[in-house]
Structure formats: C-alpha cells, structure tokens
C-alpha cells in the first residue's frame, strides 16, 4: 500500500478500508493490469477461492474467510456466538472471571462438525 496520509483521509468516514501487509513509495503505474481474474489465490498460507467471503474486523485487525459452501452454517451459528460473546463480556464487566465466564455460556462455543 502506499499513499498512507490519503488513504487515512478516505478511511476516517468510516466508509472506505484498507488492508495491507506493509507500506511502499513504489507505485504500480498507470500501466498495472491483472494477470489473472476469478482464480483461487493464496493469501497467508490459505487459499481464498472466487465466491468465498472475506469478513474484515477493523477494531481487531483481523480477517476471517468463509468458503462459499459454508456461508449459510456459518450464518447459522453466528447469532448464538455473538449472543454468548455479548454474555461474556457482561460477565466480565461484573468481575467473573473469563474461565467461569466461558463456563457458563460454553453450549454456543462447542466445536460442531
């Protein structure tokens, strides 16, 4: 990525984000076109292929990608882990401890296959 002060402008709204490794002054030129479209690529030792999701958490920094074969499981348990994560943090807040917090709302975090 580069140009960091005029991408940080863009994103203080709210509504335009970047991602990036790192930081360049090297530009690609007006002349940078792609080599390839809609082909599964490998992003961090995971293959991301077209039609899976990228979901994107600014505040933790982190990315989470969803094969499209598994967006409507996932959609499926995602209400009850945001409620016990909500729970938690309420838990939390009162001084229970994070393992007794987890403890008592553990029926939404057992792995399902």
């Not at 360049?24 to 940078?32: D, F, R």
Request: charged letters at 25%; glycine letters at 10%; hydrophobic letters at 45%.
């Amino acid at each position: 990525m580069r140009d960091v002060a005029g991408c940080a402008e863009l994103c203080a709204t709210g509504d335009f984000a970047v991602w990036s490794k790192g930081i360049s002054t090297v530009g690609t030129t007006l002349e940078a076109k792609p080599w390839a479209v809609d082909v599964p690529v490998k992003v961090g030792g995971m293959v991301v292929r077209p039609g899976d999701f990228a979901v994107l958490d600014e505040a933790e920094k982190g990315i989470v990608v969803i094969p499209r074969e598994k967006l409507a499981e996932v959609a499926e348990v995602l209400p009850g882990l945001k409620e016990a994560d909500d729970a938690v943090l309420r838990d939390v807040q009162a001084w229970v401890g994070l393992g007794e917090a987890f403890q008592r709302h553990r029926e939404h975090y057992v792995h399902r296959t």
